[in-house]
């Protein structure tokens, strides 16, 4: 049961141009959202958060979007640069009554940036 | 400041044997968690740790044990190997051990033959 979604295994995108990254989630209950890059040979790395009371977080270059109604998350990445080459997963962890924070991670995209 | 890091870095066991990764996260983070990953997959959750405490436990068999040290450092052990543990492990820590960024170690490739 597959409860986060990224449904394009792969993204090819011109450098300079916008990456949109998609997430789907199916479990009303997660209220934190987060997007990881990850280079081959490397554990994951923090990109930006949102939580469920937002629709919107920015960071520089990285802009998340989420829509709670159509259970939807996506990452606009703007300009895309070459070394924005990587995996990328998104990750949810829902609301904890027993005291376990975890992570449930979608199967990733892999996003190539052409110079 | 140094990062998560986790050792060995590369490991191959027979199946059968018995294996033990260890993780030191960064420096003031109380919480550490263990993940699975799986060739082509996302990260899949094993355990959280909080104060030395086990926060939680994911959808692994009991063969699958870990725990915290009084300096907040861990260890996952994994006791009669299948081909199936074959995977990228990875540790993360995070501050408090609630809904915040978690920060990876590079992981340990473990292989079963």
């Known amino acids: 049961d597959q409860q986060v979604k990224q449904n394009s295994p792969s993204l090819s995108v011109q450098e300079g141009r916008i990456s949109i990254l998609n997430c789907d989630y199916t479990n009303s209950m997660f209220d934190y959202f987060l997007w990881y890059k990850k280079y081959p040979a490397e554990g994951p790395t923090f990109l930006i958060s949102?939580?469920?009371?937002?629709d919107k977080n920015e960071d520089g270059r990285f802009t998340v979007f989420l829509n709670k109604s159509a259970k939807h998350l996506s990452l606009h990445i703007v300009p895309s640069q070459p070394g924005d080459s990587a995996v990328y997963f998104c990750a949810a962890s829902p609301i904890s009554s027993s005291g376990t924070y975890k992570y449930i991670f979608g199967t990733g995209t892999r996003l190539k940036v052409l110079a | 400041d140094a990062g998560v890091t986790q050792s060995p870095t590369h490991l191959i066991k027979t199946r059968g044997q018995h294996v033990t990764l260890r993780c030191s996260p960064i420096?003031?983070?109380?919480?550490v968690s263990w993940y699975q990953q799986v060739l082509g997959q996302g990260p899949q959750f094993i355990f959280q740790y909080y104060e030395k405490e086990e926060r939680g436990r994911g959808n692994f068999p009991d063969r699958f044990s870990a725990r915290q040290f009084p300096n907040y450092s861990s260890e996952l052990n994994v006791n009669a190997l299948l081909l199936g543990d074959s995977a990228l492990y990875l540790c993360?820590?995070?501050?408090?051990?609630?809904?915040?960024?978690?920060?990876f170690g590079s992981g340990t490739q473990l292989s079963v033959l």
């Open positions: 420096s003031g983070h109380k919480s």
């Open positions: 993360a820590s995070s501050l408090l051990g609630t809904n915040e960024k978690l920060f």
């Open positions: 949102i939580s469920s009371i937002k």
